[in-house]
């Protein structure tokens, strides 16, 4: 067993319920230990994607009990990348957020940090029933994010939001439980094995259960139909939930990723590849009705919130194809989108705070301040989410281009990706061209001053899609070498026989 594996879920937990007493403690205080607590969750991630480079699969099993039995947590690669994807995304998040975001809720960094807790065990854990505690954790944690700064405009896309995951919710569960009553496990490894085992009229009810699964997922990805709660309710969040939300519908796809290729994967007997023949279609006709709500936006939020469904539209289109080489490149397009789509809802921010009324709507204004500096972070953020050279945005989705073999399915994904970026490229020139060049004569009053911290983050996260491009290689080689564990899932099986603490070797 391998202690390293609580510290993503330890650290954010004990920083959480410390900010929840130092509640009425200076703000300066809160918000350093908020900042040393995030600092600290990125060590520990980067200490297990080290860990996990080496192929290997390690356990931690809670109160020593033998799995399939008791609460265990699994780091693999897939797993370790999410971990450090999602920390760092948090990092400058939480940098944005003390520049004054995180004003009006004193338990702002105890919700930000509980939020990082549920997301970090829903990478780590090992069974069905976890995943869906951590889903619960992460969501009410959300909740309270979501609502942060009041009003009835975030009011009103919140209580949809809330519905819509509750509902989700109860989804989940009854599916489990019909998974549950056939199998009578839910560790994901025990679940591989035992699910080609089912058969005759047992076999609806684990068929049925998996398809429910899926649909909470794809609820969770934001996938076409049920992907339009996303739009309003992202873009009327404060700048660092929003951007923090952009690793929130990955977590739907990491699990489809996880339970679909792990339990309903080609050695699942009756049940291989189950549901997976629907993924594509839907893909495809997500990233069609991004670019469709994007190309209509009236405002920049409203516009980078349509970039996370086009995202969640280009990841899923080769994930259902399933094949090595498609896998590799959506997770390398997954590190791509999270960061520059965060680094977007950033910079929406800080164009809002320096135009006065007209905020980030697309319309025509005032000249604002800080206009080259702004106009260039929204530049380059707009070239990656886009997929133009020479940004990690362009690599990636080539990698998924070239991923595809010749057929119906290559001739889909071409055009659908082609068209659809070609668009996305129209909608960012047309909000960019308004918002910072048509400007028109009258007279702003005195905008707040940027930051450093809310400048270096919002800069800092838009620039790391220079730096995938400058460490493209490395990048690839993991992403290549995790569809590849991903794909040969005996590794995974074998943690149902590692010895427990005191047991002989």
Not at 23 to 46: C, D, E, F, K, Q
Request: net charge neutral; with cysteine; glycine share 10%.
């Amino acid at each position: 067993m391998n202690q390293w594996l609580t510290a993503p879920i330890l650290i954010p937990l004990l920083g959480g319920i410390l900010q929840v007493f130092m509640g009425y403690a200076p703000i300066s205080l809160r918000r350093t230990l908020a900042i040393a607590t995030t600092v600290l969750l990125l060590v520990s991630t980067i200490v297990l994607v080290v860990m996990a480079s080496d192929d290997s699969y390690r356990l931690y099993a809670f109160g020593n009990w033998q799995p399939p039995f008791g609460i265990v947590l699994v780091l693999d690669r897939l797993a370790a990348l999410m971990l450090v994807l999602t920390a760092i995304l948090a990092l400058f998040c939480h940098i944005f957020a003390i520049g004054g975001a995180d004003e009006g809720n004193r338990q702002f960094h105890g919700l930000f940090l509980f939020q990082l807790m549920g997301l970090n065990i829903a990478f780590l854990t090992g069974d069905l029933f976890n995943l869906f505690v951590a889903f619960e954790v992460l969501l009410i944690a959300s909740y309270g994010l979501l609502m942060h700064g009041g009003g009835r405009a975030r009011t009103v896309p919140g209580l949809h939001y809330v519905v819509l995951n509750l509902a989700g919710s109860a989804v989940f569960l009854i599916s489990v439980g019909m998974i549950y009553s056939v199998t009578g496990t839910l560790n994901m490894a025990d679940l591989a094995l035992e699910i080609p085992k089912v058969s005759g009229e047992n076999l609806n009810i684990v068929k049925a259960g998996g398809m429910m699964l899926l649909v909470v997922f794809a609820l969770k990805a934001a996938l076409i139909p049920l992907c339009f709660w996303l739009p309003k309710a992202y873009a009327k969040a404060t700048a660092p939930v929003a951007a923090l939300f952009a690793v929130m519908t990955k977590v739907g796809i990491y699990a489809i990723l996880r339970v679909y290729l792990l339990i309903f994967g080609d050695d699942a007997g009756a049940l291989a590849n189950l549901g997976m023949d629907w993924l594509f279609p839907l893909a495809l006709i997500t990233l069609a009705m991004g670019v469709i709500g994007a190309l209509g936006a009236d405002n920049l939020k409203t516009l980078v919130a349509w970039q996370v469904i086009i995202s969640v539209g280009t990841l899923m289109a080769p994930i259902a194809l399933g094949s090595v080489a498609g896998i590799s490149a959506a997770l390398f397009y997954l590190l791509s989108t999270t960061w520059t789509v965060g680094g977007l809802f950033l910079v929406a921010e800080l164009v809002a705070h320096q135009r006065g009324s007209a905020k980030d709507r697309i319309v025509t204004a005032p000249r604002m301040r800080n206009r080259t500096f702004l106009s260039v972070l929204f530049l380059l953020g707009a070239v990656a989410a886009a997929g133009l050279p020479p940004l990690s945005g362009f690599f990636a989705k080539l990698l998924i281009l070239q991923s595809v073999v010749s057929g119906p399915e290559m001739a889909w994904l071409w055009s659908v990706i082609l068209v659809g970026s070609f668009f996305t490229v129209i909608a960012y020139s047309r909000a960019g061209s308004i918002v910072f060049w048509r400007t028109v004569e009258g007279h702003i009053e005195e905008p707040k001053a940027l930051g450093g911290n809310v400048s270096v983050a919002a800069g800092a996260l838009v620039a790391l899609s220079v730096v995938i491009v400058a460490l493209a290689d490395p990048i690839s080689a993991y992403t290549d070498a995790t569809a590849v564990q991903l794909h040969n899932p005996e590794g995974y099986l074998e943690i149902l026989k590692t010895t427990m603490v005191g047991e002989d070797s």
